[in-house]
């Protein structure tokens, strides 16, 4: 069993960062594979970003590369994900997902989520 608790939202002008962290319990954390979803009011969940166990593969969604960036420090059981140049649209409920296979792109279909953490970006 893996708990997963995001932390780090808040209220950002347009243009600011924000970094967001998940910390993960258990001790088989470094066995998963990680990831970071958003959920806008009224819309589903859609992928944000992922890295591999080892942290050595990376993979972001169009509306996010270059301004996102996911991390993890499997020894302290804690995954990241920096935002710079935050966007309106950016803002959305943040939610990080474990998976021991690799993280698939609907949300429900992963192994763990947690409970998310708001991220608003005013204009």
């Known amino acids: 069993q893996v708990q997963l608790v995001e932390s780090g939202g808040g209220l950002v002008q347009a243009g600011g960062s924000l970094r967001l962290s998940c910390a993960a319990s258990g001790r088989t954390f470094s066995s998963y594979a990680m990831g970071w979803f958003r959920q806008a009011p009224g819309k589903e969940p859609e992928f944000v970003t992922a890295?591999?166990?080892?942290?050595?593969?990376?993979n972001y969604a169009d509306s996010v590369k270059g301004r996102f960036t996911i991390s993890r420090d499997n020894a302290k059981n804690t995954v990241y994900l920096q935002m710079n140049s935050l966007k309106p649209e950016d803002t959305a409920v943040y939610y990080c997902?474990?998976?021991?296979?690799?993280?698939?792109?609907?949300?429900?279909?992963?192994?763990?989520w947690g409970q998310g953490t708001q991220v608003t970006v005013s204009s």
């Open positions: 890295i591999t166990w080892s942290g050595g593969n990376t």
């Open positions: 997902a474990a998976d021991r296979s690799g993280i698939t792109a609907i949300m429900d279909l992963n192994d763990y």
